[in-house]
C-alpha cells in the first residue's frame, strides 16, 4: 500500500474539470475504464485493485443479512405464542425481566402511542429465551419501539423489531451488495459515493459538475420518504400502513448502505496524491499550487 507524501491534505485540492483525451493510447474509451471492471477484483476507472471495497461490501452485506435472518428466525423457532403482543420505548429495555428496572413493557401504564392505557396479560422477558434468540429480541428491544400494531409475527410470535426496521435492514442488504460489486476508492467521500451510479449517470453529473447536488439529491431520496411518513404519523392523526413502513424503511437503508461503503472505502493514503484519482469523463483533482 502506498502511502500519501507529507503536507498532502484533502483540503489542498480543489475539484476541477480538464478533459484529458490525449492523455493514454489513441482511441481509449474512457467510459469503458470507469464502468467495467474485468473482474470483480479490479477497480473500475484505473486498474487498481479493488481488494478494500469488495471487502467492506462484503462487510456490510454480511452483518446486514445476519442481522436480518436473525429477526426472521428467531420468532419462527420459537414455541408459538411465546412472544405476545409488545409495547416498549426505542433506547431503553423494557423486555428484559418480568419485573423491576428492565420490565418497564411489563407494568401497567398508559400508553402514548395508542392513547389508551395498557394493561399487559402476559409477561415476557427475553432473559429466558435461549441465547441466540434473547440475542435477538434484545437487540428489538434496545433499538425499537416493539410497538404489536407496527410489527408482524411468525409462528405466533411477535416479530423482535417492527415493519419499518425490517425494511431498513432489506435495504441494507441491497446497499452492501452494491458497494461490494461497484464502490471505487476516488479519495472523497462524495467522490466514492457517486462511484455506484450507472457509467453514463456519472459523466454526466460530472460533465454538469453537479457531482454534491447528485450526492445530497440521492441522499434525499432516501430519507425524505421515511421522514414524511414518520414525522406526519407523529405529528397528525395519519397511521401508516404496514407495506408504506417496508416501502419507506427499503430506499432508507440501501442509503445508509452505500454512506458506510463511501465512509469505509474513501480512503486517500491510497493515492500518492490527488491528481492520481481517475474521475468519469476525463474530470481530475489538481492542485492549488499547480495553478
Known sequence: MRTAPPRTSPS?????????RMEGPPRMDLRARIDAPGTVGRSMD???????????????????????????IAPLTLPAGTVPELHGRANAFDYATEDGVFSYGNQPRYDAHTDAAVH???????????????????????NCHNLGERSWSINGNQMPVCVRDLGIFV???????????????????????????????????????????AFYGFAALAVVPLGLDGFTQLLTDYES????RMLTGIPFGV???????????????????????????GARFLSLESE
Open 12 to 20: 489542498r485540492w480543489r475539484f476541477l474539470f480538464a478533459m484529458t
Open 46 to 72: 484505473d486498474g487498481r485493485a479493488r481488494d478494500r471495497e469488495v471487502r467492506v461490501g462484503a462487510m456490510i452485506f454480511g452483518l446486514s443479512s445476519t442481522l436480518l435472518l436473525a429477526m426472521i
Open 120 to 142: 399487559p396479560e402476559t409477561p415476557f422477558a427475553w432473559t429466558e429465551l435461549p441465547t441466540s434468540h434473547a440475542i435477538a429480541y434484545a437487540f428489538g428491544d434496545l
Open 171 to 213: 435495504g441494507l442488504v441491497i446497499g452492501g451488495a452494491i458497494v461490494h460489486r461497484r464502490s471505487v476508492n476516488r479519495w472523497t467521500v462524495t467522490d466514492t459515493a457517486l462511484s455506484i451510479l450507472p457509467s453514463s449517470w456519472q459523466e454526466e453529473i460530472y460533465r454538469r459538475r453537479w457531482r454534491r447536488v
Open 241 to 244: 400502513t404496514a407495506l408504506n
Open 255 to 281: 442509503g445508509l448502505g452505500l454512506l458506510f461503503g463511501a465512509l469505509l472505502n474513501a480512503a486517500p493514503s491510497h493515492f500518492h496524491n490527488a491528481a492520481e484519482v481517475r474521475l468519469p469523463g
